[in-house]
Protein backbone atom coordinates (compact mmCIF):
# COMPACT_ATOMS: atom_id res chain seq x y z
CA UNK A 1 0.00 0.00 0.00
CA UNK A 2 1.44 3.67 -0.99
CA UNK A 3 1.60 5.91 1.60
CA UNK A 4 -0.85 8.71 2.97
CA UNK A 5 0.75 11.13 1.64
CA UNK A 6 2.20 12.94 -1.01
CA UNK A 7 4.88 15.69 -2.08
CA UNK A 8 3.28 17.78 -4.56
CA UNK A 9 5.78 20.92 -5.18
CA UNK A 10 8.91 21.70 -3.47
CA UNK A 11 10.75 24.85 -5.05
CA UNK A 12 8.63 26.18 -6.78
CA UNK A 13 8.31 22.88 -9.44
CA UNK A 14 5.47 19.97 -9.47
CA UNK A 15 6.53 16.38 -8.11
CA UNK A 16 3.85 14.62 -9.95
CA UNK A 17 1.69 14.90 -12.21
CA UNK A 18 -1.33 17.26 -12.31
CA UNK A 19 -4.12 15.38 -13.71
CA UNK A 20 -7.57 17.02 -13.90
CA UNK A 21 -10.31 14.70 -15.40
CA UNK A 22 -13.71 15.87 -16.53
CA UNK A 23 -16.96 14.07 -15.90
CA UNK A 24 -20.87 14.52 -16.21
CA UNK A 25 -21.96 12.82 -13.50
CA UNK A 26 -20.13 11.11 -10.34
CA UNK A 27 -20.86 7.87 -12.12
CA UNK A 28 -18.52 8.74 -14.88
CA UNK A 29 -16.11 9.72 -12.56
CA UNK A 30 -16.16 6.01 -10.82
CA UNK A 31 -16.05 4.57 -14.07
CA UNK A 32 -12.79 6.66 -14.93
CA UNK A 33 -11.19 5.08 -11.33
CA UNK A 34 -11.97 2.11 -12.80
CA UNK A 35 -11.08 2.16 -16.27
CA UNK A 36 -7.91 4.52 -16.54
CA UNK A 37 -4.86 5.02 -14.44
CA UNK A 38 -5.62 7.20 -12.23
CA UNK A 39 -3.24 7.96 -9.48
CA UNK A 40 -2.90 9.81 -5.64
CA UNK A 41 -3.90 13.52 -6.01
CA UNK A 42 -5.55 13.33 -9.67
CA UNK A 43 -8.36 15.54 -9.94
CA UNK A 44 -11.83 15.03 -11.27
CA UNK A 45 -14.08 17.75 -12.02
CA UNK A 46 -18.13 16.84 -11.79
CA UNK A 47 -19.88 19.02 -13.87
CA UNK A 48 -23.79 18.12 -12.79
CA UNK A 49 -22.49 18.22 -9.21
CA UNK A 50 -20.50 21.49 -10.23
CA UNK A 51 -17.48 20.08 -7.44
CA UNK A 52 -14.06 19.28 -7.56
CA UNK A 53 -13.22 15.67 -5.93
CA UNK A 54 -9.19 14.44 -5.84
CA UNK A 55 -8.28 11.15 -5.18
CA UNK A 56 -6.35 9.51 -2.31
CA UNK A 57 -4.20 7.11 -1.83
CA UNK A 58 -7.07 4.57 -1.28
CA UNK A 59 -8.35 5.27 -5.22
CA UNK A 60 -11.66 6.95 -4.05
CA UNK A 61 -12.38 10.57 -5.22
CA UNK A 62 -13.11 12.69 -2.00
CA UNK A 63 -14.74 15.84 -1.96
CA UNK A 64 -11.84 19.23 -2.20
Known amino acids: ?5 ILA ?6 NVQDRL ?5 S ?6 LA ?3 V ?3 D ?3 IIEDKAFKICG ?7 M
Not at 1 to 5: F, G, L, N, V
Not at 57 to 63: L, R, T, V
Open 57 to 63: NDNQWYE
Open 27 to 32: SDANDI
Open 35 to 37: NEN
Open 43 to 45: KVY
Open 39 to 41: LFG
Open 1 to 5: MSKPY
Open 9 to 14: QSFNRA
Open 21 to 25: WYAMT
